[in-house]
């Protein structure tokens, strides 16, 4: 063991010491300001009266990142790594007292683009660990701690140590995470450097690295899109301000016994900075991170409510073909090619594959290729995808649709979305009719109104279809409480049909307009079909959205009409010629006031 640490000559080993025990190195130092994360006068609390020292300042790290408050930027793009897959940068281990430090070949790993300002040469990778039963990183996320973390510290390219640490933006760290995981999932690379670790138990010793070990093969298949970005500090003193910080989102994996090797075979632990104040600074998020999660907007209570969509990344939500609009009936143009639908399978009981909650609504998956629509005036064959919701609060009077009707905002609205045949959904969002959504108005119906119909005899076929409407409406809400979690859902399998939960509902009278999806990114691809009579639901269904579910108000609001025009399905007797109309008009007339004589 010990042969290893003198495998390199005394004259460059006592060399090393100097420069380890020198007054500058990167992110930690081991000075004569014996600086500790603990058990010493000089822990972080205590780092800012160090001298020299910027740790008492406004731009510290690390921090802990809110993903609700990210602002995001196009510019953060892919980076360009060289270097990072070669099997020798990693020369050398060495345990300065307060990591395990990697040194990396001079002037031959380089990191620059990810909306980095300079080109940046990489120094060295470090790690903070915490110990066996705590978790370590010195970043978290929403307040979560990871185990580990890691940092890969680069310089500006062609300043030495001294000049990086005096200019902003000076030093670049990328800052990855890693989680425990299983055996399997380790690679080789991580076993690798951590067997020297058995040779540096010594504080000031340091192994030459004779493994092929890349710094690509230690990231493992983190994807280097998704990643944060602020403005920071080194996290040991003297905690200069000059740091542009990248933190990846997703952790590398390593097996736990690999993980525990740190604080036991380096003898030290808890070696990370508590999290320091934001201060007003923002955090970025490059574009993959935020096409990812799809939760950074919402409805209210966090940055990207609606008034804000439009600045999301990809955002198509600011243009002037959005939904939902306004209709205005004394402003709708009535369209003769605006036909009966052909719905395919809408009576098929087994249609419905799984209900979802997806965080901003109820989502009902439909089994693949089984739906159809066409017809309807639609200039092609679209295949239905799913049906979700939008409602207000649950209160009495409480009103959520989107769209409105002279102004009547209806409880809820169902919206049936459907895909053009033979497209992907990139594909469909890119084609201005590439999706067809059908839109259904939900209105209240009161246990008394039911009661009132019980005692009308010739109301017992309208009943009989209201009472199997209400009970198809009553198996699809019994799934909603076993989805009261985010993200969760739940197969169904007992028997539903659209055509149940759409009741009686006249599908040839609909409005039609060109419009947009209602929630981010907003694609303007959307064939809008809103349905003029409402679907009827008991009054304890439509509350158990928003009490089941816990979040309420999920409708976007109007969106301006712009240049565009709304269509309303005619019969065709509306487009006879006028002699004709004239003589239905005169019928009309006279049976009203035949009805009216009959009836005084
Ligand atoms: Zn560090
Ligand atoms: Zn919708």
Redesign the pocket.
């Known amino acids: 063991m010990t042969d290893k640490i003198y495998s390199t000559s005394t004259l460059e080993f006592m060399f090393l010491l100097v420069h380890i025990t020198g007054p500058s190195h990167s992110?930690?130092t081991i000075s004569g300001d014996s600086w500790c994360y603990q058990g010493c006068d000089k822990d972080p609390p205590n780092w800012a009266k160090l001298i020299p020292s910027e740790c008492g300042g406004s731009k510290q790290s690390p921090i802990n990142i809110h993903t609700s408050v990210l602002t995001p930027d196009s510019q953060l793009r892919a980076f360009t790594f060289t270097n990072f897959s070669n099997p020798h940068s990693i020369t050398r281990l060495i345990n300065t007292g307060h990591t395990v430090r990697c040194t990396l070949e001079k002037n031959t790993v380089e990191v620059k683009g990810g909306g980095l300002k300079y080109n940046y040469s990489a120094n060295e990778i470090?790690f903070?660990w915490g110990s066996e039963n705590h978790p370590g990183s010195?970043h978290t996320v929403n307040d979560k701690r990871y185990q580990m973390e890691m940092?890969i510290v680069s310089l500006k390219k062609e300043l030495a140590e001294e000049k990086a640490k005096q200019i902003p933006d000076g030093i670049a760290?990328l800052g990855f995470f890693i989680e425990e995981a299983d055996e399997e999932e380790t690679t080789e690379a991580w076993k690798n450097l951590i067997s020297y670790f058995a040779n540096i138990t010594k504080i000031q010793t340091f192994v030459n690295v004779n493994h092929k070990i890349s710094i690509s093969d230690l990231l493992g298949d983190v994807d280097l899109n998704k990643f944060y970005r602020y403005n920071g500090s080194l996290?040991?003193p003297t905690c200069n301000e000059v740091v542009v910080w990248t933190v990846f989102k997703e952790p590398i994996k390593v097996s736990k016994d690999l993980v525990e090797q740190f604080p036991k075979t380096m003898n030290y632990e808890e070696i990370y900075r508590p999290i320091q104040n934001l201060n007003g600074r923002k955090i970025y998020a490059s574009p993959a991170i935020l096409s990812d999660g799809g939760h950074t907007w919402c409805y209210h209570d966090c940055e990207y409510v609606p008034s804000h969509w439009h600045m999301l990344p990809h955002s198509q939500c600011g243009g002037e073909r959005q939904s939902p609009i306004s209709i205005n009936t004394k402003d709708v143009i009535p369209d003769s090619s605006l036909k009966a639908f052909t719905l395919t399978n809408f009576s098929s009981p087994h249609s419905i594959r799984s209900i979802e909650n997806t965080g901003h609504t109820v989502n009902c998956v439909l089994v693949e290729n089984m739906v159809e629509i066409g017809g309807g005036g639609l200039n092609h064959q679209y295949s239905a995808l799913h049906f979700h919701f939008h409602w207000g609060s649950s209160s009495d009077s409480s009103v959520g649709s989107e769209h409105t009707v002279n102004s009547k905002r209806y409880p809820m609205e169902m919206h049936i979305v459907n895909i053009m045949k033979g497209l992907t959904m990139n594909e469909a969002k890119k084609h201005p009719e590439g999706l067809a959504v059908l839109g259904f108005f939900i209105e209240v119906v009161d246990e008394e109104h039911k009661e009132r119909l019980d005692h009308g005899t010739g109301y017992i076929a309208q009943l009989k279809s209201k009472e199997f409407k209400m009970n198809c409406w009553k198996v699809l809400t019994s799934y909603l409480t076993q989805i009261q979690e985010k993200d969760s859902a739940v197969d169904v399998h007992e028997p539903i049909s659209l055509d149940c939960l759409l009741g009686d509902v006249d599908r040839t009278k609909y409005y039609r307009y060109n419009g947009s999806l209602t929630t981010p990114t907003c694609d303007e691809a959307v064939v809008w079909t809103v349905f003029m009579q409402p679907i009827t639901v008991s009054r304890d269904l439509v509350k158990m959205f928003p009490a089941k579910m816990g979040f309420n108000e999920v409708y976007r609001p109007q969106q301006c009409l712009h240049k565009r025009k709304v269509y309303i399905s005619a019969a065709p007797t509306f487009a006879a010629p006028w002699p004709l109309l004239l003589l239905l008009n005169l019928l009309l007339a006279g049976w009203g006031s035949m009805s009216a004589s009959k009836k005084g």
């Open positions: 992110e930690d470090h903070h010195e940092h760290v996290t040991t």
